[in-house]
């Protein structure tokens, strides 16, 4: 199916252990985003990528790693997890053309214990 | 300062009600506007662009002033449906390099 997909979407991990977040898109996208969404935070920027092997920081990037080594692909790990890191974490994709519409996958539910 | 800031709310309003949203963006490099609807645990979905000569689609009327790094959004004859979060967002350049969004306005339309 086309779109843009997410998993798992939901994870219980413990504190100190290693977890991927995985992002998947079917359209070619060159941008591509991860996104955290906490009560009274919203939606921050945590990194994105241009096109496939560029990468770039955005608002609160430390305790993660992100790569891109192929278009449709955006994983993002927490290298050891933390109890604030507990949270909604949303991949996004755009196309730098036209409405720049970004779409959502959606979400994973990551609990930190 | 957030490079966005929204009311949070929440606005209670009966159906019917007109409702407007304001939104302030810091950045006068901003260049592209949108709202954003986030229906309850669920992902963002683009409700529309903000245009500087204003724009309109169906209930919904989208402005932007950008002399005062304003943005608004205007909801007639609410619907039930309508009840959701609006999320303000902004991009600092036409490339569509990431997308900054502010804390949300939520809407909770009552029968």
Redesign the interface.
């Known amino acids: 199916d086309a779109g843009i997909t997410q998993s798992p979407r939901y994870k219980i991990t413990e504190t100190g252990r290693q977890v991927t977040l995985m992002c998947h898109q079917t359209w070619s996208h060159?941008?591509m985003?991860w996104?955290r969404q906490d009560l009274?935070?919203?939606?921050?920027?945590i990194y994105?990528s241009?096109a496939a092997d560029i990468t770039d920081k955005?608002e609160v990037p430390d305790g993660y790693v992100v790569s891109r080594s192929k278009t449709e692909n955006f994983p993002l790990t927490l290298e050891s997890a933390t109890r604030s890191q507990t949270s909604v974490y949303?991949c996004?994709s755009?196309?730098?053309?036209g409405?720049?519409?970004?779409f959502?996958?959606?979400?994973t539910r990551l609990t930190v214990v | 300062r957030k490079e966005v800031e929204q009311d949070p709310g929440p606005f209670n309003v009966p159906e019917g009600a007109t409702v407007a949203f304001n939104c302030t963006y810091s950045n006068s490099a901003s260049q592209s506007f949108f709202w954003y609807r986030q229906d309850c645990r669920k992902e963002p979905k683009l409700l529309m662009s903000v245009y500087s000569s204003g724009n309109e689609d169906g209930r919904f009327t989208a402005q932007l002033n950008r002399a005062s790094q304003y943005i608004s959004l205007l909801i007639r004859d609410s619907k039930l449906s309508d009840s959701a979060t609006y999320l303000c967002v902004v991009t600092l350049n036409q490339a569509g390099t990431a997308l900054i969004f502010g804390k949300g306005t939520t809407l909770s339309v009552s029968s």
Do not use: M, W
Not at chain 1, 99 to 102: G, S, V
């Open positions: 060159s941008y985003f996104y009274g935070h919203g939606l921050r920027l994105y241009a955005g949303f996004a755009s196309e730098p053309r409405t720049i519409e970004a959502f996958g959606q979400g």
